[in-house]
């Protein structure tokens, strides 16, 4: 039988003073609650409660073993109200990765979480890499790409597309191109992290699906290298819509190419090893990173 079970059932005998009432506490019969004392009592190879007719009292040894039951009871219900009170309340340590691009967007839902919830804290890493979530004891992650994880539980926030462009100098020097095909001439700046790898996905025009297969001198998971080296003239990039670039392109410091050509969409998502019991630490930083998202989407999407 379950032994905690059978430290139960003995300390509620001892403290009902018989079988019949520990029983009806417990709402189990009578017999099932002596079955689990006398198992306990196998167990231990020792005599727990002297029976009468009338009640039951403790042996030397049932006394000892009671005492040292009840801390034991006690202190599982204390770890039990202990973790309701972190399930049901914000605190403790959020572990948070980001991409370092987002952090510009992620950076405000912290302030605003830790100004909401003064007894939680955040431990926040950004970098742009690929996490093994459970290995790193991460709590949440918030990237632009979809995790390669198929076992974690991912949450749309918000979409986004690249917009393909270069700058004039890069035109001035190479000419631009004309049709999707003409980009396997040209010098691409490539994202280590973009899910197609060497091929890069558009709609249009119409609704069809198209690809072209790129390659290039620079390939990095840093998104602000790929910028600085687009703005100098070294290539052509897929930029994601959320770095900024809406400002260089009014600007005139990148210019959009093949407009008919519209990368495909993407999202940034957050992601989390389970949706069973889901802390309220990560549920309102969860909701909070929702509304942020909401409220910036223009500038997220923006082309």
Known sequence: MDRLTG????????????????ARRLNMSTTMVSNHVQALEGRLGARLLNRTTRRVNLTDVGRAYYERCRRILADLEEADQAAGLLQSTVRGTLRLYTGAHLV???????????????????????????VDMIEEGLDLAIRAVQPPEANLILRRLVSWHHILCCAPSYLERHGAPRQLQDLKRHNC??????PFGEEWHFVGPGAAQVSVRVSGNLVTNSATTMMKAALAGQGIMMAASFLGVADDL????????????????????ATYPTRHHLSSKVRAFLDLAADHMARHRQELISD
Do not use: C, M, W
Not at 104 to 130: C, H, M, Q, T
């Open 189 to 194: 700046l490539r994202f280590s992290l973009y």
């Open 250 to 269: 009014r600007a005139g410091r990148l210019v959009r190419l093949l407009p008919d050509h519209k990368p495909i969409d993407f999202a940034i998502n």
């Open 104 to 130: 510009p967007f992620i950076a405000p839902v912290v302030i605003d979480f830790l100004a909401r919830y003064p007894e939680a804290s955040v431990d926040l890493n950004a970098g742009e890499r690929n």
């Open 7 to 22: 430290l139960t059932v003995f300390s509620q005998v001892v403290e009902s003073g018989g079988f019949s009432a520990a």
